[in-house]
């Protein structure tokens, strides 16, 4: 039996159901719980293709920071008096745009030009490597996203400051 | 014998060992803050009290199980295991000694942090769960507490990786051969200190349970077993926060005549015991207080402590110099709370 395919199948099942409920769930609350499952079980996915530190990654950024940070957000405003699930006119555009996103991201993974056929062993990439590939090859990329996070940053400040004065 | 079935033994043997240890540790916060408080603690239950915290644990798991008519039920119910298994799971990296460890893991330093981090959900959880408002403020504070302070966490233990170059547990303890990380990284020290004291919700930085304020915060609607592996997840936390400081600044099972583990849990218990000193010596924090400590000067003095240890790995200055720095910033720093305090 090869265990490693059993866990991916296991996991990435897993992750899919946690995934659906997120968007099915009329709690948004429980909707926010489903997510860190369907986070977490990505991150069992990248372990098993040997991608331990990005693994960790998703556990710290993901599980949490993000999902502490949306239920956080979620706290602060009355959920349990809203209403539990809000449509309106903008559902057809937004299922548009949802398929062209699908599209976009399935496309990504057939035009990208895969370093090994699947058949192989996946080699462990270790973190001196990462680090060094992201301060010499992708370090514009890098910086960019770092200005990007920034601004991101300023901004939130700016905006939850202007009723003050 | 199977790989296998030897993980599931040191795991199985690891866990049993800290359960263990939180039971010691109830019993010596108890002891050590009262006789600081010219009081004796327990002492009814078996010599000086030894057996009363088994005996909490026999009451707790015979109490009944409530769960409130307005709480969420599957939330509520999940909330414990939530907190429960991801501090568990953390111990598997920690090198009691070199060979005394689960799993020698090459990421073992960060593994520990991101795996911890999802209990904060669970603490969450529970608030929000309970239906009760005075749980969900709780949760609130918690929230935004631990997640503020995760930053300075992570950022106080990566001048000890840089040191080191490693975020191998026992490579980092080789790499102090000779001289303790609590010489050349005293920041990273102070800010790892404070900065996990408030990951474990512990006085000065109790606010997210502060009883005279938010009751019992997010465990307010708890009781029986449920609340008691929240009590449990807490102090086994506060063992391994302490063992990993003992691992990466005081060097862990090395020291002279004694044997590795006895050196190990010698420090260990130092730090516990530097924790338990705090609760019973210092007030609570009003929130505002503990944020702007957080991002102000937290945050910052993390910042300055990498620049610090950047340049002397870069231009390779003589070890003195970077302790100089070390403590020099530390005194900067500590005079600018006294002047900010005051203004």
Do not use: C
Request: aromatic residues 12%.
């Amino acid at each position: 039996m090869n265990v490693p395919l059993v866990l991916f199948w296991v996991f990435g099942a897993a992750s899919l159901t946690a995934g659906l409920l997120v968007v099915t769930s009329k709690n948004i609350a429980h909707a926010a719980f489903y997510l860190l499952f369907a986070l977490v079980g990505v991150a069992v996915l990248f372990l098993l293709m040997a991608a331990d530190f990005l693994a960790l990654v998703q556990f710290l950024i993901y599980g949490g920071a993000i999902v502490v940070l949306l239920l956080f957000a979620l706290m602060l405003t009355r959920i349990r008096e809203g209403p539990v699930i809000v449509g309106n006119s903008q559902k057809p555009l937004a299922i548009v745009a949802g398929l062209a996103l699908l599209a976009l991201l399935l496309s990504v993974v057939f035009v990208t030009p895969w370093p090994k056929p699947a058949t192989e062993a996946i080699q462990r990439i270790e973190v001196p490597v990462i680090g060094e590939s992201l301060f010499t090859d992708w370090l514009f990329p890098f910086e960019i996203v770092s200005l990007v996070l920034l601004v991101a940053l300023i901004g939130a400040i700016v905006i939850a400051r202007s009723g003050d004065d | 014998m199977p790989e296998w079935v030897e993980s599931i033994i040191r795991v199985a043997i690891a866990i049993g060992f800290v359960l263990t240890t939180v039971l010691v540790l109830i019993w010596l916060e108890r002891k050590v803050i009262g006789h600081i408080q010219q009081r004796l603690g327990p002492m009814r239950t078996g010599f000086h009290g030894f057996l009363q915290s088994p005996a909490d644990a026999v009451k707790l798991l015979v109490k009944e199980d409530i769960i409130p008519a307005a709480a969420d039920r599957w939330a509520f119910q999940l909330a414990p295991a939530l907190v429960f298994v991801p501090i568990f799971l953390t111990v598997v990296s920690i090198p009691f000694t070199r060979t005394l460890v689960v799993r020698n893991l090459d990421l073992g330093l960060f593994y520990v942090f991101a795996i911890s981090s999802i209990s904060i959900v669970g603490i969450v959880m529970a608030g929000w769960a309970s239906g009760n408002k005075y749980a969900l403020l709780g949760s609130v504070r918690a929230g935004a507490q631990m997640v503020s302070y995760e930053i300075p966490l992570v950022f106080s233990i990566l001048g000890v990786a840089m040191v080191a170059g490693s975020l191998n547990l026992e490579t980092i303890v080789d790499a102090q051969r000779g001289l303790w990380y609590i010489v050349l990284q005293p920041v990273g020290m102070f800010i790892f200190l404070v900065a996990s004291l408030a990951e474990l919700n512990r006085t000065p930085f109790d606010i997210p349970v502060a009883e005279s304020e938010v009751v019992g915060g997010p465990y307010v609607e708890y009781s029986g077993i449920r609340w008691g592996v929240f009590f449990l997840s807490e102090y086994a936390n506060t063992f391994i926060i302490s063992a990993l400081a003992a691992v990466v600044f005081l060097a862990g099972w090395r020291g002279p005549l004694l044997p590795g583990w006895l050196w190990f849990l010698i420090k260990t218990y130092a730090i516990i015991l530097i924790i338990f000193w705090f609760r019973a010596t210092l007030p609570r924090l009003r929130i505002d207080q503990l944020m702007t400590f957080a991002w102000k000067l937290l945050l910052p003095l993390a910042f300055v402590n990498l620049l610090i240890t950047g340049l002397y790995l870069v231009y390779d200055w003589p070890r003195w110099i970077l302790f100089v720095a070390s403590v020099a910033v530390l005194a900067v720093a500590s005079r600018l709370v006294y002047v900010v305090g005051r203004a």
